[in-house]
Structure formats: C-alpha cells, structure tokens
C-alpha cells in the first residue's frame, strides 16, 4: 500500500492524559499537512511542512499541541494534557506539486 | 469573508439528475483548487483538481473555475445513490497551504 498511513486508528484516552498520532505520507511528498474535523464541520487546518521545515501552525492551536517531522518523513502530531474539546478525527495529508491525499484519521475520543 | 466558503445543505437531487455543488473563495485563495467527497465516518477523498478558468470534466464530474467571480463548481451527471456523501471545496493559497470548506451535504434520492 503506497497511500498515506496514519496510526493508530483510534484513540481513546483519559482527560488529562499525552497522547501521539503518527502519519506516514506517500514516498517523495514533500509536504505533509495536519487537519482537525469535527462533526458536521470541514477539516480545520493545524500545521503542515515541508520536508522537515514546519512552515504554520495555526493559531488556533494551543501549545498542547506540537508536531514533528524528523528527517522529512514520517509525522508525529502530539497533544498534552488532552482535554475533551480534543475529541475529533485528526487527519494527514501528504502532496507533491499539486493534489494532496488523505490517510484514514485517527479518531480521537477523549473521556 | 472565510477563506473558502460552501453552503453546508443538505441538497436534495433525484437519482439520475444533475448534482450542483458551489463554493466561493477569498483573495488569499488563489492557486490549485479541489473538491473531495467524503463518506461518513471516513476520510476525505480527492475528485477533481483544476487549476486554471473553464471546464475540466472526468466520467460524471465536471469541475468549474470562474477566477474573475471567485467561484467554484462541481456538477456531478447521472447522480446515483452512492454520489451521496459530503463534498469538499478546497483551494491552496501561493504558500501551498490547503484550505477547506465546511463542505455540502448531497443526498440522492432513489
């Protein structure tokens, strides 16, 4: 399978608790991006790179939130502390030049 | 003005009609231009691309791009009841950030 891998696919953890979500994009892509959906709602936008360089993290995110891309590989989006706002699909994203492809999400339920 | 805007719906179309879907954007979108389908529960799915003004059709969809109006537009032909799901406008700004509508519920009815 050469699509974009996320693990794991489902997330269920305590309030208060560190969780991490790793993405492995297609081979080659350069940029790697990070989305949150909510029910009823569009992916909202959290970060993305390119190679390793992080070029935005929205600043709608708090510092709870980080994320990596150690050699321009894999990601790894981290959340401290999760709160049950944190609930949501977390989703990933990888793109050459132009179309960007999604992996499967991770669903995130915090309790 | 968001940066990608799309009714959010549901819009109702007969089996076999023409699904019209829209979405408006910002100058701070103003690159590459996609619309994705998703089905509850999953992840989003790219349909179509198009990048410059007029048509871009493959099988039953027909991509649109007015830069002069800022709109997009996805017709979808023949709709079936497997074309119903939630549809994704999204836009890439000149950093290649992808931004994303709060995309349309499209329901066809048998």
């Known amino acids: 399978d050469t699509g974009v891998s996320q693990n794991p696919r489902h997330k269920i953890t305590k309030r208060g608790q560190n969780v991490t979500f790793r993405c492995d994009p297609i081979s080659e892509h350069n940029r790697l991006y990070w989305y949150r959906q909510t029910l009823g709602q569009g992916p909202e936008f959290l970060t993305y790179f390119q190679n390793e360089a992080q070029l935005e993290k929205s600043r709608l995110l708090s510092d709870r939130f980080s994320a990596e891309r150690p050699k321009g590989s894999f990601s790894t989006l981290e959340i401290q502390r999760t709160e049950q706002g944190d609930s949501a699909m977390y989703l990933c994203a990888s793109s050459s030049i132009a179309e960007a492809f999604f992996g499967q999400g991770t669903r995130l339920t915090v309790v | 003005q968001k940066e990608v805007e799309q009714n959010s719906g549901p819009l109702s179309v007969p089996e076999g009609a023409i699904a019209s879907l829209n979405c408006t954007y910002s100058d701070r979108v103003s690159q590459s231009f996609f619309w994705y389908r998703q089905y509850s529960g999953k992840s989003p799915e790219l349909i179509m691309s198009?990048?410059?003004?007029g048509d871009k059709e493959d099988g039953r969809f027909t991509a649109q791009l007015n830069k002069a109006s800022q709109y997009v537009s996805l017709l979808i032909r023949d709709s079936q009841p497997s074309d119903s799901a939630t549809y994704l406008c999204?836009?890439?700004?000149?950093?290649?950030?992808?931004?994303f509508g709060k995309g349309t519920r499209l329901h066809i009815l048998p």
């Open positions: 999204a836009g890439k700004n000149r950093d290649d950030k992808i931004i």
């Open positions: 198009i990048y410059s003004n």
